[in-house]
């Protein structure tokens, strides 16, 4: 039996957002629901960003100093969260490509390193918030090279403080 390819399953994963749509909607209100509607959908993601096409060059300088730490792998947007962006942004754009959903996953979905020191910390400050890890990396003492002008970018891209402002209501 053939291998799926990282297209067929990004493919898949886009199909499956768009027929939950529905749900979405219907559930729009109702934090208990979505917030398993969202938690169903990021084991997806996560299992799909495992591949090379996710892996930045990002590496904290800690890391980078104390050369006798083990690596772990950080996505720098909560995967719950780039789930209710994929949904919201699903009901503006209801027929998304592949294209775009692919390119919207690379940059949302993409995964750096940091000790597991600072994974655990981003993490304690980031749960029950609707804000992704990567807004507390400079409160945890987290510094990577040109990470920060990376993010600028992302940020400008997809309107994400707006979005921020608009889900924390």
Not at 30 to 45: C, E, G, T, V, W
Not at 61 to 67: A, D, G, V, Y
Request: glycine share 2%; charged share 30%.
């Amino acid at each position: 039996m053939p291998k799926i390819t990282l297209q067929e399953k990004l493919n898949l994963i886009l199909l499956s957002f768009k027929s939950q749509l529905s749900i979405y909607k219907e559930f729009k209100d109702d934090s208990k629901n979505l917030k398993f509607l969202f938690s169903m959908n990021r084991s997806s993601l996560w299992d799909v960003s495992k591949t090379k096409f996710f892996h930045t060059e990002f590496v904290s300088q800690k890391l980078l100093e104390e050369k006798d730490q083990i690596p772990v792998q950080e996505h720098y947007f909560n995967r719950a969260l780039l789930s209710r962006f994929i949904f919201d942004t699903l009901i503006d754009d209801e027929n998304m490509t592949l294209e775009k959903f692919t390119e919207m996953c690379q940059d949302l979905c993409s995964i750096i390193k940091l000790t597991k020191e600072e994974h655990s910390l981003v993490t304690k400050m980031s749960r029950g918030t609707n804000y992704p890890g990567y807004i507390f990396y400079e409160k945890c003492g987290i510094k990577m090279e040109g990470f920060n002008e990376f993010i600028k970018m992302i940020e400008t891209k997809y309107n994400l403080n707006e979005w921020y402002s608009k889900i924390q209501n």
